[in-house]
């Protein structure tokens, strides 16, 4: 039985998946490491050419044996939190490690990652190293000391987030949301913990496309780029009882710090149509009180972080 699956729920996949393939086979076979890792590649119903790019690497990688490529495709789009699901489901090792199929971990990532689980057990909601993983944890908190808001904003990112598949659960997954991974992270920190791996070598998280651009890609965002789905998720958590007002305000805070970050830089790129639907779709939260309150705090901290570089 592997250790760790690598799993990646993909849509349209093709441009890198055959990377993200070859990455783990090289470091295995670089680090003599066998039956260690299995990779999922979970495909939700693409319409390039993702299938036959999966098939020729499992076709490469059979006389070499170096780590197990399962491939799973959906007859039809069953919408990303069923991919998600699904993708976890088909894992068969003690961990999971989430990635996106565009985001590559550098050389001796997987090695790295072998050398601190083959002989030891962890319990906690696990974050290994990303190259923009000081954007989200500088963007935090009121403090940078809240770490719920950190496990959010990081967790949203999927890529290089590790969890005990035995301890997963999906009872706060909003149903068509894109942030179901939100649901399953933050329940499973709330009763776990959290440990945070920093490696030299990190998952490759950077894009290089516009803001604007990431409307209309393929994981069909929104004009509030999901913002919302984001916090009606944590929304959760608080109707539930199981975070507090508190927790609740820093998580809305950190939300809208981004999205006013976003909000300008749609504005710089004089993309003004998008951004002003984009600003009025964010405020479709249910406590306005706590929504503008949150949101004038954040608007104060931009004001201050950009005043103090002309200082």
Same mark, same amino acid.
């Given at each position: 039985?592997?250790?760790?699956? /690598? #799993? &990646?729920?993909?849509?349209?996949? =093709?441009? !890198?998946? @055959? %990377?993200?393939?070859?990455?783990? +086979?090289?470091?295995?076979?670089?680090?003599?490491?066998?039956?260690?890792?299995? /990779? #999922? &590649?979970?495909?939700?119903?693409? =319409?390039? !050419?993702? @299938? %036959?790019?999966?098939?020729?690497? +499992?076709?490469?990688?059979?006389?070499?044996?170096?780590?197990?490529?399962?491939?799973?495709?959906?007859?039809?789009?069953?919408?990303?939190?069923?991919?998600?699901?699904?993708?976890?489901?088909?894992?068969?090792?003690?961990?999971?490690?989430?990635?996106?199929?565009?985001?590559?971990?550098?050389?001796?990532?997987?090695?790295?990652?072998?050398?601190?689980?083959?002989?030891?057990?962890?319990?906690?909601?696990?974050?290994?190293?990303?190259?923009?993983?000081?954007?989200?944890?500088?963007?935090?908190?009121?403090?940078?000391?809240?770490?719920?808001?950190?496990?959010?904003?990081?967790?949203?990112?999927?890529?290089?987030?590790?969890?005990?598949?035995?301890?997963?659960?999906?009872?706060?997954?909003?149903?068509?949301?894109?942030?179901?991974?939100?649901?399953?992270?933050?329940?499973?920190?709330?009763?776990?913990?959290?440990?945070?791996?920093?490696?030299?070598?990190?998952?490759?998280?950077?894009?290089?496309?516009?803001?604007?651009?990431?409307?209309?890609?393929?994981?069909?965002?929104?004009?509030?780029?999901?913002?919302?789905?984001?916090?009606?998720?944590?929304?959760?958590?608080?109707?539930?009882?199981?975070?507090?007002?508190?927790?609740?305000?820093?998580?809305?805070?950190?939300?809208?710090?981004?999205?006013?970050?976003?909000?300008?830089?749609?504005?710089?790129?004089?993309?003004?149509?998008?951004?002003?639907?984009?600003?009025?779709?964010?405020?479709?939260?249910?406590?306005?009180?706590?929504?503008h309150l949150a949101m004038k705090y954040a608007l104060l901290k931009t004001f201050i972080s950009k005043l103090k570089k002309y200082v």
């Amino acid at each position: 039985m592997t250790k760790i699956s /690598i #799993v &990646i729920p993909t849509f349209n996949g =093709e441009r !890198n998946i @055959k %990377k993200q393939i070859a990455t783990l +086979i090289n470091d295995c076979k670089k680090g003599g490491i066998f039956n260690f890792y299995e /990779i #999922v &590649i979970c495909d939700n119903c693409s =319409e390039d !050419n993702t @299938k %036959k790019v999966v098939k020729e690497c +499992i076709k490469r990688n059979h006389k070499n044996k170096v780590v197990k490529i399962k491939y799973y495709s959906s007859k039809v789009n069953i919408g990303y939190p069923l991919n998600f699901i699904q993708s976890t489901k088909l894992a068969e090792s003690r961990y999971i490690l989430f990635l996106c199929d565009d985001n590559i971990p550098e050389k001796n990532f997987y090695i790295d990652t072998y050398s601190v689980f083959k002989d030891r057990k962890f319990d906690e909601l696990c974050f290994f190293s990303t190259n923009n993983i000081n954007n989200y944890k500088r963007n935090s908190s009121l403090n940078n000391s809240v770490e719920l808001a950190y496990v959010m904003n990081r967790g949203s990112i999927l890529s290089g987030v590790l969890v005990r598949k035995s301890k997963i659960k999906y009872k706060y997954i909003i149903k068509d949301g894109l942030y179901p991974q939100n649901g399953v992270f933050i329940d499973y920190y709330l009763e776990h913990g959290l440990k945070i791996f920093n490696f030299k070598s990190k998952i490759n998280c950077k894009t290089y496309e516009k803001i604007s651009d990431k409307f209309n890609d393929r994981m069909n965002r929104k004009e509030d780029l999901a913002v919302i789905d984001k916090i009606n998720t944590i929304d959760i958590f608080y109707k539930k009882k199981r975070i507090n007002i508190i927790n609740l305000f820093v998580c809305l805070y950190t939300i809208y710090y981004w999205s006013i970050d976003i909000f300008l830089t749609l504005k710089k790129q004089k993309k003004i149509t998008i951004a002003n639907n984009f600003f009025e779709a964010i405020k479709k939260y249910d406590r306005k009180l706590l929504m503008h309150l949150a949101m004038k705090y954040a608007l104060l901290k931009t004001f201050i972080s950009k005043l103090k570089k002309y200082v």
